[in-house]
């Protein structure tokens, strides 16, 4: 829904409706969980206590900022960065006194989380000497929510850490940008006439405007929290699933599929399914999320979506010594990669 323009004489009233309409909370990445071992088996080689995350910030990107929480046992809760960000939206940008006021759940485990680039990301992750900004850096936090205006690239990378010698942790991270949108302002477009006629006008227009604006926020809220709820049902559901309770998990990815239809909750549903012998209902579920593939907003969302499904079978067949055989939807969704990979333009795709 795009706000009306219109060229007032209450020049602030003007600018408080193209400021908010130029300005756009982005999410980078959605929760994402790490598990990272203590530092006493990285030392002796049985497990790893780093590793990084790579983030692609949008072009225009004003700030960014990531939420975390470590925590010694796996949770299904979000960190619900990105809707309490929505809260916080204002013409100018993300309210300072709000966004001072947003939360996350408390940890309750130590972690260092750095900011880099590709090469020290990768000497990071290795043990070896590597380098990071100190803006961002975190070290001995539990849970927080980072505001980074610097530095803004398109590709940085966040660095995990667990130092605790005797204690594993499992680390959640969700990251979200504001930004700038390309939107030409229309103001100036209109010469206002000094008639009584024309003022009426003008205050309907600003009437017209102030309702416009209040439904575009309340859409907006209304789309982030069902999003954040559709999210948190969707990681039940993945909870459930690498249980082994495969009727819980159907039941939560359609409860999350009630709020948003998005073809990798299809996919979880399809596999979820085919573990159940929900042969046939499987199926289905697969080639629904298919044919909503080209609904993603961009070739490299489709290609992760597809890619992320196919590998979920794979692990799959080798943590479930019933799951002896490929559902027929893995060729589909083989298919569909090829056919999406060979695109050019993503706008070819229709």
Request: aromatic share 10%; with cysteine; glycine share 4%.
């Amino acid at each position: 829904m795009k706000l009306p323009v219109i060229t007032l004489l209450l020049s602030t009233l003007s600018f408080f409706a193209y400021a908010q309409d130029n300005l756009e909370i982005v999410k980078v990445q959605q929760t994402q969980s790490f598990y990272l071992n203590n530092s006493t088996r990285a030392a002796i080689g049985t497990g790893d206590n780093r590793t990084y995350l790579a983030l692609s910030l949008p072009e225009n990107t004003i700030e960014w900022y990531y939420a975390f929480r470590a925590v010694k046992e796996s949770s299904s809760e979000s960190l619900n960065l990105f809707s309490q960000l929505i809260e916080a939206l204002e013409p100018s940008g993300i309210s300072s006194s709000l966004f001072n006021s947003m939360t996350v759940p408390e940890g309750n485990v130590r972690c260092n989380i750095y900011v880099t680039d590709e090469s020290n990301a990768i000497q990071f992750s290795k043990h070896l000497a590597s380098s990071h900004w100190t803006t961002g850096t975190r070290e001995n936090y539990s849970q927080g929510i980072v505001r980074i205006n610097d530095p803004i690239q398109p590709t940085l990378y966040l660095c995990f850490e667990n130092p605790n010698v005797w204690e594993g942790l499992t680390l959640y991270v969700e990251v979200t940008a504001l930004v700038k949108k390309n939107n030409e302002s229309e103001e100036g477009n209109i010469q206002p006439e000094e008639t009584a006629n024309e003022v009426d006008a003008i205050a309907e227009g600003v009437s017209g405007l102030i309702d416009a604006f209040q439904s575009y926020r309340t859409e907006r809220r209304e789309n982030a929290e069902a999003r954040e709820t559709a999210q948190n049902y969707s990681n039940a559901s993945w909870v459930f699933y690498e249980a082994g309770d495969f009727s819980t998990s159907i039941e939560y990815v359609q409860k999350a599929l009630e709020l948003v239809d998005h073809p990798e909750l299809h996919f979880n549903q399809g596999l979820s399914q085919w573990c159940a012998g929900l042969r046939k209902e499987s199926t289905e579920s697969y080639l629904a999320g298919i044919n909503l593939i080209n609904d993603l907003d961009s070739k490299e969302d489709a290609l992760e979506v597809l890619q992320n499904a196919i590998d979920n079978i794979a692990k799959g067949r080798q943590e479930y010594h019933f799951f002896s055989e490929d559902p027929p939807a893995l060729k589909l969704l083989q298919l569909k990669f090829n056919s999406v990979f060979e695109l050019r333009r993503w706008s070819d795709r229709h």
